[in-house]
């Protein structure tokens, strides 16, 4: 079992960053690919960044190219995502999840474990 807990959404003007933060419970987060995804309002929630269990392979959907990293410590149970160059239609609950899979695997299946979300919102 893996719990999630979201941090660091909030308001932000366009240009802007925030840095999101998802800490794990459970001893067995370090086999587990980490990923975040959104959903705004009237909207599917679909996958921003994911990354492998070991850190060496991540994942971008082509909005958060060049403007998202994701990270993670597996000695702290934490995960990140550093945003930057913020867009008003960035503006979302973001969520963390967790899935025993490979990369590919996160980026194809449901994850396992979801996190309760974190509100984004950014102004123009």
């Known amino acids: 079992q893996v719990q999630l807990v979201e941090s660091g959404g909030g308001l932000v003007q366009a240009g802007g960053s925030l840095r999101l933060s998802c800490a794990a419970s459970?001893?067995?987060?370090?086999?587990?690919?980490m990923g975040w995804f959104r959903q705004a309002p009237g909207k599917e929630r679909e996958l921003v960044a994911s990354i492998s269990w070991s850190g060496d392979s991540s994942y971008y959907a082509d909005s958060a190219k060049g403007r998202f990293t994701i990270s993670r410590d597996n000695a702290k149970n934490t995960v990140w995502l550093q945003m930057n160059s913020l867009k008003p239609e960035d503006t979302a609950n973001y969520y963390c999840?967790?899935?025993?899979?490979?990369?590919?695997?996160?980026?194809?299946?449901?994850?396992?474990?979801w996190g309760q979300g974190t509100q984004v919102t950014v102004s123009s």
């Open positions: 459970g001893r067995a987060f370090s086999t587990y690919a």
């Open positions: 999840a967790a899935g025993r899979y490979t990369l590919r695997g996160f980026n194809n299946n449901r994850p396992d474990y």
